[in-house]
T-cell receptor, first 115, second 112 residues
């Protein structure tokens, strides 16, 4: 079975520019997550979707970050405008069910560097 | 919200020795505790998990223990091998939704 696909793998932008990341979850997985992983830290949840609806976006900096999941499949995460502190790896994950105790599968991530 | 603390941040062992990584959590509603292994340039991968109705779970060289009263859980790796070298994350998931709070990670180095 194909895993979670993310693109691009790497992105370097200047501060105040905009950037978008794309994620294709495992086929049939209803739940999709975007995590931010700053170097040396554990992943932090930004937003969680169940199909195309938002379950939790309490940690998403909504003044600059936005995310959507059209048709309940692919998802995009956008940052506009980017700040230096947004430099991190952005991980997408998906799980089959929303219920507790369901394994989340992670993609390889997009490493963003803001200069 | 849930707060997960993980220790140590780095761990260096000789090949064949055992490694233990410990985590504590704050939310008594948490009832699912996965452990992830992250190799350089890759996303985290689940290696073992435990639910709150179980005190211990073992899978070959890997075991996890859970103490609900003390709100801590641990990962035990026996007979370590160089390929076990990676960053390990613990996580806790409160009941209701499948949402994960991660620890800060432990970088394990297994010396040949």
């Amino acid at each position: 079975e194909a895993g979670v696909a993310q693109s691009p793998r790497y992105k370097i932008i200047e501060k105040r520019q905009s950037v978008a990341f794309w994620c294709n979850p495992i086929s049939g997985h209803a739940t999709l997550y975007w995590y931010q992983q700053i170097l040396g830290q554990g992943p932090k949840l930004l937003i969680q979707f169940q199909n195309n609806g938002v379950v939790d976006d309490s940690q998403l900096p909504k003044d600059r970050f936005s995310a959507e999941r059209l048709k309940g499949v692919d998802s995009t995460l956008k940052i506009q405008p980017a700040k230096l502190e947004d430099s991190a790896v952005y991980l997408c994950a998906s799980s089959f069910l929303q219920g507790v105790g369901t394994e989340a599968f992670f993609g390889q991530g997009t490493r963003l560097t803001v200069v | 919200g849930e707060n997960v603390e993980q220790h140590p941040s780095t761990l260096s062992v000789q090949e064949g020795d055992s490694a233990v990584i410990k985590c504590t959590y704050s939310d008594s509603a948490s009832n699912y505790f996965p452990w992830y292994k992250q190799e350089l340039g890759k996303g985290p991968q689940l290696i073992i998990d435990i639910r709150s109705n179980v005190g211990e779970k073992k899978d070959q060289r890997i075991a996890v223990t859970l103490n609900k009263t003390a709100k801590h859980f641990s990962l035990h790796i026996t007979e370590t091998q160089p390929e076990d070298s990676a960053v390990y994350f613990c996580a806790a998931s409160p009941g209701g939704v499948n949402k994960f709070y991660f620890g800060s990670g432990t970088k394990l180095n297994v010396k040949p």
